[in-house]
């Protein structure tokens, strides 16, 4: 009934050992960080949409401030 641990488990590399322990030690990324580091990896795209909303939002303001004055 014994098994050698070499067939049941592969032998981890060093580089996700080192991602284990640093993941282990730190907590959860913040959902502000994961955005920013996606919005990082897009890049043009990513800023082209962040304007667009300024400018919409923006619009939005100037049109509800014309329609209250």
Do not use: C, Q, W
């Not at 050992?17 to 795209?45: F, H, Q, W």
């Not at 939005?60 to 004055?69: D, E, F, K, N, Q």
């Amino acid at each position: 009934m014994s098994t050698e641990p070499s067939t049941l488990t592969p032998e981890p590399s060093p580089s996700t050992d080192e991602t284990k322990k640093s993941t282990l030690n730190e907590p959860a990324p913040s959902y502000i960080k994961l955005a920013m580091r996606n919005m990082v990896k897009k890049g043009g795209k990513s800023l082209y949409h962040f304007f667009l909303s300024f400018a919409g939002l923006l619009g939005l303001l100037i049109g509800l401030s014309y329609l209250t004055r």
